[in-house]
């Protein structure tokens, strides 16, 4: 009989899957923070952020809430995955908003040096 099929050892590892999951993503709420910072401080719009990739991250957080709101109904994944989805909103919705102040910044400059010609 193979290990993982015994009842007892498979309640011990799902219990072992639930766990690393729980601290795995509780971790990575605090991962979230130095790319926060660093989007919030750059001054060149962002622009080594993917918005595709957060902006895709975003879409699977939200999808996730669903799920865990309608499919597996339950409350820890539903929260763990609001966090993350907050977590992603966040770095997207500031990169977004750098990335429309450096383009503006650099549409007043070039408007600038065509009005000193």
Same mark, same amino acid.
């Given at each position: 009989?193979?290990?993982?099929?015994?009842?007892?050892?498979?309640?011990? !590892?799902?219990?072992?899957? +639930?766990?690393? %999951?729980? $601290?795995?993503?509780? &971790?990575?709420? @605090?991962?979230?923070?130095?790319? #926060?910072?660093?989007?919030?401080?750059?001054?060149?719009?962002?622009?080594?952020?993917?918005?595709?990739?957060?902006?895709?991250?975003? !879409?699977?957080?939200?999808? +996730?809430?669903? %799920?865990? $709101?309608?499919?597996? &109904?339950?409350? @820890?994944?539903?929260?763990?995955? #609001?966090?993350?989805?907050?977590?992603?909103?966040?770095?997207?919705?500031?990169?977004?908003?750098?990335?429309?102040?450096?383009?503006?910044?650099?549409?007043?400059?070039?408007?600038?040096?065509?009005?000193?010609?």
């Amino acid at each position: 009989m193979h290990p993982v099929s015994m009842p007892m050892q498979e309640g011990a !590892l799902l219990s072992l899957i +639930a766990w690393t %999951y729980l $601290l795995t993503n509780a &971790v990575r709420v @605090f991962t979230y923070m130095p790319q #926060i910072v660093a989007v919030w401080r750059s001054d060149d719009g962002a622009r080594s952020v993917s918005l595709l990739t957060w902006g895709s991250w975003v !879409l699977s957080q939200f999808t +996730a809430v669903i %799920y865990g $709101l309608m499919v597996v &109904v339950d409350g @820890f994944f539903v929260a763990i995955s #609001i966090v993350n989805l907050v977590g992603c909103g966040a770095v997207t919705v500031i990169a977004m908003r750098r990335r429309s102040q450096w383009k503006r910044a650099l549409d007043a400059a070039g408007g600038a040096r065509l009005q000193a010609r």
